[in-house]
């Protein structure tokens, strides 16, 4: 459960994927865990042909990843922190990321990971220390820094959402679309709701 992902194009021609906690909650705390966290890999060096060999994290990191310097996985990892960010979706303009991650007990949210804005920062999105904007959980002896808060969240006691899946941050076409006052809303939505909200 919760380990699988999405993966989308960004931009900038590199690969993001979301990755869920694996059911390990305080290994989302850690960007060298591989689990809970979103991934920006160069994959333009593959070989065309299949390989039953993994490629080496060198050959993946895009070079300015916000921990490029290191040695292990954590090289490609841009964000942490995250539970079950099954859906993402890659804004076409900016290349931000907006990740809908589907919590456990009390709140549903939606997190954006910033691109094209100078450096790519290193962002942990909290969970399990905080769900939404809630203290949820402790990790013992694993530090926590400064959180980077939800762009929405929505509380299950006040709602029928329960599996939020984060949709498109929206840009008109050159001729029609929605009109000027939905340029640059991100469509949310959720797998039990029905409901699509626009932010």
């Not at 290193?122 to 203290?135: N, V």
């Amino acid at each position: 459960a919760h380990n699988g992902g999405s993966l989308r194009f960004g931009p900038d021609g590199k690969l993001y994927a979301s990755v869920g906690d694996d059911v390990d909650g305080c290994g989302a705390r850690s960007p060298s865990s591989g689990v809970g966290c979103l991934l920006r890999l160069d994959v333009g060096g593959l070989p065309p042909t299949p390989s039953l060999v993994a490629p080496s994290y060198a050959l993946l990191d895009p070079g300015d990843n916000p921990l490029s310097s290191a040695t292990d996985l954590s090289r490609l990892v841009v964000a942490h922190g995250l539970r079950n960010p099954f859906r993402i979706e890659v804004d076409p303009a900016t290349g931000s990321v907006y990740l809908g991650d589907v919590g456990e007990a009390t709140c549903e949210e939606v997190s954006e990971y910033p691109v094209g804005q100078g450096p790519l920062p290193l962002l942990d999105f909290g969970w399990p220390i905080r769900e939404g904007s809630q203290p949820f959980s402790t990790c013992p002896g694993l530090p926590t820094g400064a959180l980077t808060e939800p762009i929405f969240a929505i509380d299950h006691a006040a709602s029928s959402w329960r599996s939020i899946v984060a949709g498109p941050r929206y840009r008109n076409p050159a001729t029609g679309g929605f009109g000027a006052e939905y340029e640059g809303d991100v469509f949310v939505t959720d797998v039990y709701s029905g409901d699509i909200r626009r932010l």
